[in-house]
């Protein structure tokens, strides 16, 4: 176990539909990634949080949209889903500074049919 | 930008064997630099870092890695390689304590018997 929790581990939603995925950090750490994996685009960056602010922006689709709680936890809101949307999508937190490197989850596999 | 290069998507070795995974990475100062490495259906772990000092590292489940600077390069290395080295291995690179982390197109390591 990581210390970082992500759920739901799989969804199955149908194209048009909206999904909210859910993350835990490691207990102390400041900062969340998001990020997407699929077969033909690698590990792409989303999106960061630190303390509940935005703090950086990466390929984020505009139908996607995140968030991070007073309690640190962060939502990843995926909406109008298409099929290529289907991916891993891993979770990642730190205490703020890359030189610590990141703890991921175990990410959650989204299926869109 | 900063950008990382995997240049081999899957190498095969015997186990015993020694192993070398290379990185290049594109960045006009010195990066902070990792490997992950991600099994099958988990989320990535890492297995070390650098940012700086000593330009060998040292890092978990006997892997090592070395920075060359004049090469551009982190090598992930380990002198025997077990079954259970099985998966696939990822190099990043950050540019700063507050930034994201860039991750190159990972190598899938097979191990034969």
């Known amino acids: 176990d990581s210390g970082v929790t992500q759920t739901p581990k799989h969804l199955i939603t149908a194209t048009g539909q909206r999904v909210t995925l859910r993350c835990s950090p490691r207990s102390g750490d400041l900062s969340v990634y998001w990020y997407q994996q699929s077969l033909d685009q690698g590990l792409q960056f989303l999106i960061q949080?630190?303390?509940?602010?935005?703090?950086a922006k990466g390929n984020i689709l505009e139908r996607f949209s995140a968030q991070q709680f007073p309690d640190l936890h962060s939502e990843l809101n995926l909406s109008s889903l298409e099929l290529g949307d289907s991916a891993l999508y891993f979770c990642a937190s730190s205490v703020g500074q890359v030189g610590y490197g990141y703890t991921f989850g175990s990410g959650t596999r989204l299926t869109v049919v | 930008a900063q950008s990382v290069t995997q240049p081999d998507i899957h190498i095969t070795v015997s186990e015993g064997a020694s192993l070398e995974l290379r990185c290049n990475y594109s960045?006009?100062?010195?990066?902070?630099l990792f490997w992950y490495v991600q099994s099958p259906g988990q989320g990535l772990q890492l297995l070390l870092k650098y940012f700086s000092g000593d330009t060998l590292v040292q890092g978990i489940k006997g892997f090592e890695a070395e920075f060359k600077r004049s090469q551009s390069s982190f090598n992930l290395r380990k002198p025997s390689v077990h079954w259970s080295d099985a998966a696939e291995y990822f190099c990043?690179?950050?540019?700063?304590?507050?930034?994201?982390?860039?991750f190159g197109t990972g190598t899938r390591l097979q191990v034969t018997l």
């Open positions: 949080y630190y303390n509940g602010e935005e703090r």
């Open positions: 990043a690179v950050g540019v700063s304590p507050a930034s994201k982390l860039t």
């Open positions: 960045y006009g100062a010195t990066p902070y």
